[in-house]
């Protein structure tokens, strides 16, 4: 059973004199930085020249390059995208660091996979949100926190845990409970949860329902575009995901528990999802997405492109204009390629 720590298990008197780099001023980075400094933390931000350095600035927050931050921090926040962080390490960060300073990361990504090999004199530790940007905030000036993943790799100061106690109060997050892991579990489970086909799984419902004779808008209304599915989630989230249940009717209840364990496949998605598990530990997946960005995204833009002109995307389309969500349609993957060209 894993350990949870609480604000009283956290003094922020242990960053007492130390000076908080956030590089990467994004929607997490700006929470928690906001966050940090709320709590009486010095926070600097780390950036380059653009347009979140300049809402850094707005934010009344001092700015300097990278290499800048990293210099004179003593702690550094690494908030830039996975994919992009070992390069930013290795141009910006590498060279700055001395014995006695801190790596704070927000995924076990780039450690577990050795992308990033910090030197054996500063501490390696990870505060990873288990909330979106905006609720990192949210949820702090409304006094309730959020929970966190936390884990220390590499212990170089003795008090590396008391620094990560301290920084996960700071952010807020030790006011629901941070939770003891390593870098590798916390990849592990992220990266799964991504994997294992939930957005396909969905798909497969559209196609048997409307193969049957149902209406494309019906079957997206129930699915999901009704977000009766977004309310499910928060009281599970809330009171449990099998105490949900008891929100639902009688019919709902006997179908959810009975019905469907009597066609779901148990043995054989077991094994589907311990063949995900697999792939992610043995070093596969991530040896593959290296390449993925060697190669532009070729597979990405691909499938992307595949998936939005299946039927289901049309109907979608159709019905989020007429329910007024949507004032065009879907039929690119603009927003990779967009992103694809600012990298």
């Known amino acids: 059973m894993a350990k949870i720590y609480f604000d009283q298990d956290a003094d922020l008197e242990d960053l007492a004199g130390r000076t908080v780099a956030i590089i990467g001023f994004g929607n997490q980075g700006a929470s928690q930085a906001l966050n940090l400094r709320d709590s009486g933390v010095e926070v600097i931000v780390g950036s380059p020249r653009d347009s979140s350095a300049e809402r850094a600035r707005m934010e009344g927050f001092e700015v300097f390059t990278i290499a800048e931050a990293a210099q004179k921090a003593d702690i550094l926040f690494l908030l830039v995208p996975d994919e992009v962080m070992p390069q930013v390490y290795t141009e910006y960060i590498a060279s700055e660091l001395r014995p006695g300073k801190v790596l704070n990361f927000a995924s076990g ?28 905030r949210d949820t702090f000036l409304r006094g309730t926190g959020f929970p966190s993943l936390i884990a220390v790799h590499q212990d170089a100061s003795g008090k590396a845990m008391e620094i990560t106690l301290a920084l996960a109060k700071g952010i807020g997050s030790t006011r629901m409970g941070a939770v003891l892991t390593t870098f590798t579990e916390e990849t592990t489970v992220d990266l799964f949860s991504e994997q294992i086909g939930e957005l396909y799984f969905r798909r497969i419902m559209f196609e048997v329902l409307t193969e049957a004779g149902c209406d494309p808008d019906v079957v997206l209304l129930e699915q999901y575009a009704s977000g009766e599915w977004s309310e499910i989630y928060a009281a599970a989230r809330d009171i449990g995901l099998w105490s949900q249940l008891r929100l639902h009717s009688l019919t709902s209840q006997y179908g959810q528990q009975v019905t469907s364990k009597r066609f ?10 311990r063949r995900v598990v697999e792939h992610i530990r043995s070093g596969e997946f991530s040896e593959e997405w290296v390449r993925e960005q060697q190669e532009g ?45 600012q990298d």
């Open 109 to 136: 990504y780039n450690i577990t996979f050795g992308f990033i090999q910090p030197p054996p004199d500063v501490d390696v530790i990870m505060v990873a949100p288990r909330m979106i940007g905006k609720g990192v």
């Open 264 to 273: 779901l496949a148990a043995d054989a998605l077991r094994e589907q999802m």
């Open 297 to 341: 995204y070729e597979n990405l833009l691909k499938v992307t492109t595949e998936n939005l002109q299946h039927p289901m995307q049309a109907a979608e389309n159709r019905l989020y204009r007429l329910l007024g969500r949507r004032d065009k349609d879907l039929v690119s993957p603009e927003w990779l390629q967009r992103e694809q060209t």
